[in-house]
């Protein structure tokens, strides 16, 4: 019956990907009322206390995974929009949409100052696209985020390169 419809049994989410989607579910929030990096931390303060049952079943470095990552985007939160401004060539930042918009902020977030590899960063945020865009968001995140991978690796190269 699945096949006919064409419906798909989803993964379960585990680990930082499920720590991701809150992340992200977070985040959307506060840009879809347009709101500043102060607002983010409000945000996040908020969710915790009206998330408890789902939050004590994060283990320790889930729960850290999101503070760690809300303080981040908060305190980078002009310099991750810039960066995104940077790479997206021929459209303005205002043009993306929402659900594109958040998620490109959470990676470059990750790109910029976490310490996973781009690749994982990029394959996870490419099926959060796919599961709460449209059918071309995950094309057009994926090709942005392709763009600021280059500039990170080539900002970490130059970084290697002049410290030696």
Same mark, same amino acid.
């Given at each position: ?12 989410? $585990? ?27 409000? $945000? ?28 981040? !985007? ?17 459209? $303005? ?20 100052? $976490?310490?996973?590899? !781009? ?46």
């Amino acid at each position: 019956m699945k096949e006919i419809f064409g419906e798909e049994t989803k993964k379960k989410k $585990a680990g930082i990907r499920l720590v991701r989607e809150e992340l992200f579910k977070i985040v959307f929030g506060v840009e879809a009322t347009e709101s500043t990096s102060e607002e983010l931390e409000k $945000a996040f303060d908020i969710y915790l206390s009206n998330n408890e049952d789902f939050v004590s079943t994060l283990s320790e470095s889930q729960l850290k995974f999101l503070q760690t990552s809300v303080k981040g !985007i908060s305190e980078n939160y002009d310099n991750i929009k810039d960066t995104i401004k940077a790479n997206t060539q021929n459209w $303005a930042y205002e043009r993306i949409g929402l659900v594109e918009r958040t998620l490109l902020i959470i990676a470059t977030y990750e790109f910029l100052k $976490a310490n996973t590899p !781009i690749e994982v960063v990029a394959n996870e945020t490419v099926e959060l696209a796919k599961e709460y865009g449209n059918e071309k968001s995950y094309e057009f995140v994926n090709g942005i985020l392709a763009n600021i991978g280059k500039t990170v690796v080539c900002q970490i190269v130059l970084i290697k390169k002049f410290r030696l």
